[in-house]
T-cell receptor, first 112, second 114 residues
Framework: TQLLEQSPQFLSIQEGENLTVYCNSSSVFSSLQWYRQEPGEGPVLLVT?????EVKKLKRLTFQFGDARKDSSLHITAAQPGDTGLYLC????????????FGTGTRLTIIP | NAGVTQTPKFQVLKTGQSMTLQCAQD?????MSWYRQDPGMGLRLIHY???????DQGEVPNGYNVSRSTTEDFPLRLLSAAPSQTSVYFC?????????????FGEGSWLTVV
C-alpha cells in the first residue's frame, strides 16, 4: 500500500509554462519534504514543511502543506529546462526522520 | 566535500552470491539509512541507524543485513542475492532524528542480480 500518491506521474510542458505537482495521502504527517532527483544521482532536498497550511517559496518554486497535513503541492512558475527531473515527496509519520515514506515520484520534462 | 560516499557504483551478481554495499559519511551524522529505488515504487526504507551500535528495520528488510560499528560507516550486506534485489540502492545521512534536518543522499549503487 502506497501511503503517498503523487500526480501526475509524468509531465511534459513547454518552457515558460506553469505547473503543479500533487502529493496526497490519507495519513497525517508530522512533516513533509520535497526532493529533486536527476539521472544517475541521489535525491536532493528542496524543502521541508512542518506546519499545516504552511507555504514556502524557493525562487520559482512554491510548496504548500495542506491544513490537515495529509497533502502537499509543488507549483513551478515559468518552468525552465533546468527544472527537468524526478520530483519526490516524502513524509514522516512521526517526529524524527528515520522512517520517511516516499511518494512514487513525478517525472517532469521541460521542453525548450 | 565528500558528503555521503557509496561504493561500488555498479555491480552485477549471480543469484546466491553475497556482497556488501559500502556507505561512508564524513559529516559526523548520527542518523544513516539505506533505501532501494525501483520503477514506479519510489524509495523504500531497508534499514536505518540512529547512532553507532544501533540499527533497526525499515519497510523492506528481508534479505539484507546492516551494522553500525562506527559513526562514519553503514554497510549493507546482501546475504544471498536474488533477482528481486535488482535495484538502485541509496545511502542517506542526517545530523539527528529531527525531521526538519536536511537528509543527504549518496549517488547510488546500481545492482543487477542475474
Amino acid at each position: 500500500t502506497q501511503l503517498l500518491e503523487q500526480s501526475p506521474q509524468f509531465l511534459s510542458i513547454q518552457e515558460g509554462e506553469n505547473l503543479t505537482v500533487y502529493c496526497n495521502s490519507s495519513s497525517v504527517f508530522s512533516s513533509l519534504q520535497w526532493y529533486r532527483q536527476e539521472p544517475g544521482e541521489g535525491p536532493v532536498l528542496l524543502v521541508t514543511v512542518v506546519t499545516g497550511g504552511e507555504v514556502k517559496k524557493l525562487k520559482r518554486l512554491t510548496f504548500q502543506f495542506g491544513d490537515a497535513r495529509k497533502d502537499s503541492s509543488l507549483h513551478i512558475t515559468a518552468a525552465q529546462p533546468g527544472d527537468t527531473g524526478l520530483y519526490l515527496c516524502a513524509g514522516a509519520l512521526s517526529f524524527g526522520n528515520e522512517k520517511l515514506t516516499f511518494g512514487t515520484g513525478t517525472r517532469l520534462t521541460i521542453i525548450p | 566535500n565528500a558528503g555521503v560516499t557509496q561504493t561500488p557504483k555498479f555491480q552485477v551478481l549471480k543469484t546466491g552470491q553475497s556482497m556488501t554495499l559500502q556507505c561512508a559519511q564524513d559529516m559526523n551524522h548520527e542518523y544513516m539509512s539505506w533505501y532501494r529505488q525501483d520503477p514506479g515504487m519510489g524509495l523504500r526504507l531497508i534499514h536505518y541507524s540512529v547512532g553507532a551500535g544501533i540499527t533497526d528495520q525499515g519497510e523492506v528488510p528481508n534479505g539484507y543485513n546492516v551494522s553500525r560499528s562506527t559513526t562514519e560507516d553503514f554497510p549493507l550486506r546482501l546475504l544471498s542475492a536474488a533477482p528481486s534485489q535488482t535495484s538502485v540502492y541509496f545511502c542517506a545521512s542526517s545530523s539527528d532524528r529531527n525531521s526538519g534536518n536536511t537528509i543527504y543522499f549518496g549517488e547510488g549503487s546500481w545492482l543487477t542480480v542475474v
